[in-house]
Every structure is written in structure tokens, then in C-alpha cells.
């Protein structure tokens, strides 16, 4: 997808809301266990509750990985459901030596066709490259996560007073344009994103931890909203765990709803 | 496997080779292409030809993955048939949020058996430590790596003097002990290679870059070597395909026989 594509469907949704397809085999309603493939069931009635509310997928692979094989097929029969238009995101964290990252593009970008990948910084240049060479391929490259362990590395100050995130936004700049490259930003410091926001104007900056992880929509989109809209919010668990009923699905629509209107009435102080 | 088991298996076979298992499919020799299965027969083959001199495997995800479901399968069946003794390494660089991290875990461990995983740091603590507390099993974390972009991020000096990789040695040695937690250290520089021996003297390190990557096992040797041994090398693509004919694995059981005489001759010296 180009990024004149997601930014029409954005604003045409009014919605920035990514929907993280993270289904715990240990969380589903015990409705759908009856089925051959909870998982595919689960995530296919999720998106049918959801897909009008939001503009992208995100599954993370290791809920599918944890699987096995089977867990592949279902990934792969859930990509089947999503609709054409949405923007979809294998939250994958790869990166290896050059030859290794070109195998994993492929696998995602192929086999799957998925729109991103998330990857990780620290292996450079020529492990985040391979990705950046397909045709209307994204990369999502972690700068600052929304985890307590991103003060370990990521925030660590360089010799010239910029953080290792920084120097990771900065460099990679030069690497893909903002057409192909975005950032994992996570939600839990407002001001930290505004700062991030500065250092790249342009770029979209997919942004987790609000919900589950304690980030507040309103805060961290007057942070990093640009005229693009130039983010994308990932909600996971207080989507999907919405309800353990037999009304999972509509528990998550309101949700996704919500959550929706909310962006819609943040979008419409930059349209 | 524990630390003291693997020591013991080292000096038994006198050997500290790793083999990686990265089968790319369109390398494999061409008399495997009958098999419902070549990925799996090339994999027992060179299992087959290689055991005797190696005491460890080392399959990179991103070669079995590429595959689909088909891939998973191919790899489960390949570890059947790595012997008992043989350390296991799933070559991953996963790395993500806590819960995340965790399902990883039980999927290399659990599932698929293996002692071992490498982790990749950016993310921090908790990022890792779910990986920990997998009783007989191992971290293996990225520290510096064998490719040019190793200079990106982990070469990077942070304001203390010390560079971003050895702010990951020093941190992580307080989340894991000797006997959970192994170090990636490319084999590119020998000089670098003994300046960390000397920061986690007790450490094992897993070494790749011999061979296709261009270092040198009796440098690096020189400089990894502890009284433990501390090292495994990884070899894959010399190794893996020193023949593309039906001899490939005749070929492969030579090379390794190869490295493992000369491993043989290093380790006299230490025993």
C-alpha cells in the first residue's frame, strides 16, 4: 500500500485505529472451542465486528508461532479474511545478518503479503535493508518501545547527547524514505513522542500501549498527529478480551467503536 | 542441557563446532528435489555426516519460515533426528514485550525442545528475562555481531565511555548467570573478541562468522578460548554446501571433520 493510499483510508474512516490480531489460545471464549480452528474463527469474527472501525491489522506473530504448523495456516487463512483495503502489519521484531533478513521479507511480505513488517534496529543498516526493497513494502522500525525495558538500551545517552532511539531515527532516515519507513513509538510518555514527533515531521509512527498498557488516546495523538495524521494506534487486548462470552465480537466492535469516534473527533481539528 | 554437560561434551569430542542448519531451498543439491520433503533429508543427511565432529546445531528460523506451515513441519522433524546429546540452538533473535517474549519461549522450549535461543537485546530486561526462567535452558543474547551494520547501534559510544554492545554485556549479566546465558560475539575481529572475554571471562560465547564470513578459527580461538572452553563457532554455509552434487553431505562430514581436528589441536592446549 502507498502512503497516499493509508492516508486516504484514514481519512476517509476517520479512524487511525490499528486492531492487534494477538489471539491467546488461554483467552478465547470458550464459545469457539468446539471449532477445528479457534484461532481463524476468533480472528475472523473480530474483524468482521471490527474492520469498519479501523484502517490496519496487526496479528504479532508469536501468538501464531506458538502454534506450530497449525498456527501458520491459521495466520495465513486469517490474512484471507481481511479485507483488501486495510493496511497490515506482521508484528514480527525480525532483523539478522543480510541474506537471513531478505528470507524473512520474503516470508512476509510473498508468502503472506503483508504490507509491514516490524523490525528490530540493532543488527544496522544491512539487516533492515532487505526489507526496505519491495515495491509498496513498509519497514516498522523499533525506535522507543512501550515497555519498561526500553530504558535498558534504547534511552541510553550517546557520547553527543542523543539517545540510542535517536540515533536510531536519525540514521535510518537515510536508509528508506517516509514512503516505505515507519517507527514503533510506544504510548506511555506524551512528551517523548511530541520530541519524536520534531525529529521526524513526516514519517508515520505506529504506536502501541494505549489500553492494556496505560496510554491515553487523546494525550498521545496531540503529540503526534501530524497533517498526514502520520500515526497509527495499535489496540490489542482491551479490543479482543472485550467480552469472554458468546458476544466476544460485539463486546469488540463497541470497543473498536469507541475508540473510533474518539479519533474522529481528533481528526477533525487537522482536516 | 547444563553448563557442566555441555563442557563435558565439548572436551569428550574435542570439538566445539556448531553447525547451522540453514537450508535454503534453492541451494540444495538437486538429487534431493524427488523428496516430499528435501529441506528435512538434506537435514538428516548432513546430521547424519556431521554428528561425529560437532556437538551442537544451530537451524536459523528465517530458512524454515520462509516455507510456511511446510517449513515447521520440515524443522520439527529435524529435531528428531539431532542425537540426544547435541546442543540445540534456535537461531530466532526474537525479542518483544513480556507476554510476548514469553510465548516465544514456550514455543522454541516447549514445542520444539530446544535448549537454546538467541535473543535480541534492544527491547531490555523484560524483554529477555521471560526466556530465563526456563529450568536446563539458554539465552543466547546478541551482543556484537558478525555483519557491517554491527557498527550502526552496537559500536555506538555511550556517554560513559563504553560502546552500546558492552552496556548489553555488562547489563545482562545481572539477568541471567553463566549457566543460562550465552553471548553472540562475531568472529569478525579478534581483537574485540578478547576485550570481551575479558568482560564475561566465565561466559560461553556463540561465535559465528567462520568461514563464509571470513574469520579465522584459530584467531578467534586464541582470543575466545577459557579454561571452560567458552566457545561454540558456528559454521553453516561452508559446511552446508561444499558440494551442491549427490556427494553434498560426504562433503559436509569432511569439512567438519576439518574444523574438529583443528578445534582438536586448539583444545590440547587448554586441557
Redesign the interface.
Known amino acids: 500500500m502507498t502512503k497516499s493510499e493509508l492516508i486516504s483510508s484514514i481519512f476517509s474512516k476517520k479512524s487511525y485505529l490499528c486492531v492487534g490480531l494477538?489471539p491467546d489460545i488461554e483467552r478465547l471464549p470458550k464459545c469457539l472451542q468446539e471449532y477445528d480452528d479457534p484461532i481463524y474463527e476468533f480472528n475472523r469474527a473480530i474483524i468482521e465486528a471490527t474492520k469498519d472501525y479501523c484502517i490496519a491489522y496487526k496479528p504479532?506473530l508469536?501468538?501464531y508461532?506458538?502454534l506450530?504448523?497449525?498456527g501458520?495456516?491459521s495466520l495465513?487463512k486469517t490474512m484471507r479474511v481481511i479485507p483488501e483495503e486495510m493496511f497490515t502489519i506482521a508484528d514480527a521484531?525480525?532483523?539478522?545478518?543480510?541474506n537471513?533478513?531478505r528470507?524473512?521479507a520474503?516470508?512476509f511480505f510473498e508468502?503472506f503479503n503483508f504490507d509491514a513488517v516490524t523490525v528490530?534496529?540493532?543488527?544496522?543498516?544491512?539487516?533492515?535493508k532487505p526489507f526496505l526493497s519491495f515495491e509498496g513494502k513498509w519497514v516498522i522500525l523499533?525506535a522507543l518501545?512501550?515497555?519498561?525495558?526500553?530504558?535498558?538500551?534504547?534511552m541510553?545517552?550517546?557520547?553527543d547527547g542523543k539517545s540510542?532511539y535517536q540515533?536510531?531515527l536519525e540514521?535510518s532516515q537515510s536508509w528508506g524514505g517516509v514512503d516505505k519507513m515507519m517507527y514503533v513509538v510506544g504510548a506511555t510518555n506524551p512528551v517523548e513522542l511530541a520530541a519524536i514527533r520534531k525529529m521526524v515531521p513526516e514519517h508515520f509512527l505506529l504506536v502501541p500501549g494505549v489500553g492494556a498498557?496505560g496510554g491515553n488516546l487523546r494525550e498521545i495523538s496531540l503529540s503526534g498527529l501530524n497533517s498526514d495524521c502520520g500515526l497509527l494506534v495499535n489496540v490489542s487486548r482491551s479490543i479482543l478480551y472485550a467480552s469472554s462470552e458468546t458476544d466476544f465480537a460485539e463486546a469488540a466492535g463497541q470497543e473498536a467503536r469507541k475508540l473510533q469516534t474518539a479519533m474522529a473527533e481528533i481528526l477533525r481539528k487537522i482536516d
Chains 1, 2 share one sequence.
Not at 541510553?156 to 557520547?159: G, R, V, Y
Open positions: 494477538d504479532n508469536a501468538f508461532e506458538a506450530g504448523p497449525g501458520w495456516k495465513e521484531k525480525r532483523g539478522d545478518i543480510g537471513t533478513s528470507l524473512y520474503r516470508t508468502k528490530a534496529p540493532y543488527m544496522g543498516e544491512d539487516s533492515v523499533l518501545t512501550s515497555n519498561t525495558g526500553a530504558a535498558d538500551f534504547q541510553l545517552e550517546t557520547k540510542v540515533q536510531v540514521k498498557q
